[in-house]
């Protein structure tokens, strides 16, 4: 029954397009018509004369008109086989022209009009003008023929397109989540071996903290104020895991409550920071974070300690981390040409400047 009903709607389905169609085609032979009778008529006010000559002329013209668009274009030009396509249109001129004469000088002619039978029916320079006559309008449809192949193409290619990208932002998106998720249950391994008392703590943070990875992520974009409560998360995590060795700044100006942001953009950025400035060789370790949000542009500076012998590490895993490298690629997918963004490392601070133009996002309906 299933299969049925499929087959049932894929049939009706097939019939509307058809029609559809039909009644374009109808639709533009109709306005051929008009226009002709319209143009023709309006030089001796004959118009009852040329809508009949469109008429008796236009079943050859539709004959000529679907042998050009069904057969030459698709088997020939668009095929690129552009020198068999020019033969065969010049050789489809010469045999309207011909026959359409014929048809003119034999029948339409002694019926209608006798005074015009041509003695010589084989003129060549009147079987060129009637050519000419027909052609117009087989040119007029071939090129609307081609003009929408062309744009269905180039739609065609820009979905590609689109879904290439799409598929690499969700590709770069999946890494990141995996990649944060090691990294907070490594923290939490680290307080159950001291047998901390803040590991509910720790457990309850964390589960607020996959809640916004299960739910908020799948939207392409979320308010820029649940992605800044989801670094004050991570940041009371890392506190609770370091204690009174770490100290933390966390700054937020401007109006944050109207903006969007694509999500888990800004969280690689801290993490990193805490990933890779609390080295086991300072002895105190601090992070400095600072938001700001002015005339939809965000500027976030990230800085952390970094030890003397730990900056060439920092910069080893900028490079190389998961976190960072993804989201520096997602930033070009996503807001490309309208985000700048600055690393500086040096003996005892390791910084990140990003700089976002929040009304440019792509439309890239990322999910």
């Known amino acids: 029954m299933r299969t049925l009903q499929v087959i049932m709607f894929g049939l009706l389905e097939k019939y509307q397009s058809t029609r559809k169609r039909i009644l374009w085609h109808v639709l533009f032979w109709l306005s051929y018509i008009a226009a002709y009778t319209f143009i023709y008529g309006s030089f001796e006010d004959s118009y009852g004369a040329e809508f009949f000559w469109s008429i008796t002329t236009l079943p050859f013209k539709i004959i000529v008109t679907y042998f050009t668009l069904y057969y030459i274009i698709p088997h020939y030009f668009l095929e690129k086989k552009y020198v068999m396509a020019t033969v065969l249109t010049l050789v489809s001129i010469v045999l309207a022209g011909f026959t359409q004469r014929m048809l003119d000088n034999f029948i339409i002619y002694p019926i209608f009009h006798p005074e015009w039978v041509a003695s010589n029916p084989f003129y060549i320079p009147k079987i060129l003008k009637t050519a000419l006559g027909i052609y117009p309008v087989v040119a007029l449809a ?153 005339n939809q542009t965000l500027y976030l500076s990230v800085k952390n300690s970094n030890g003397n012998d730990f900056a060439e590490h920092n910069e080893f895993e900028y490079q190389k981390g998961i976190g960072l490298k993804n989201v520096n690629r997602r930033l070009e997918l996503l807001y490309n040409g309208f985000y700048n963004l600055q690393i500086n490392d040096d003996a005892s601070t390791y910084s990140v400047l990003l700089e976002i133009e929040l009304d440019k996002l792509l439309h890239t309906d990322e999910l």
């Open 142 to 294: 071939a090129f609307i023929k081609i003009t929408k192949y062309f744009y269905s193409e180039e739609s065609k290619s820009q979905e590609l397109q689109q879904q290439k990208l799409q598929a690499e932002l969700n590709f770069l998106k999946g890494q990141i989540h995996p990649h944060f998720l090691f990294n907070t249950l490594n923290n939490l391994y680290a307080l159950t071996l001291k047998k901390s008392e803040n590991s509910p703590e720790v457990v309850l943070k964390l589960s607020e903290l996959l809640s916004f990875m299960l739910y908020e992520c799948n939207s392409r974009t979320v308010p820029l104020n649940k992605e800044l409560n989801l670094i004050e998360n991570y940041i009371a995590l890392e506190k609770i895991r370091y204690d009174d060795r770490l100290t933390t700044t966390y700054n937020i100006e401007g109006d944050v409550s109207k903006s969007h942001i694509p999500p888990m953009l800004l969280l690689p950025f801290v993490e990193n920071a805490f990933k890779h400035g609390t080295s086991d060789s300072l002895d105190e370790v601090w992070v400095e974070i600072n938001v700001t949000v002015r």
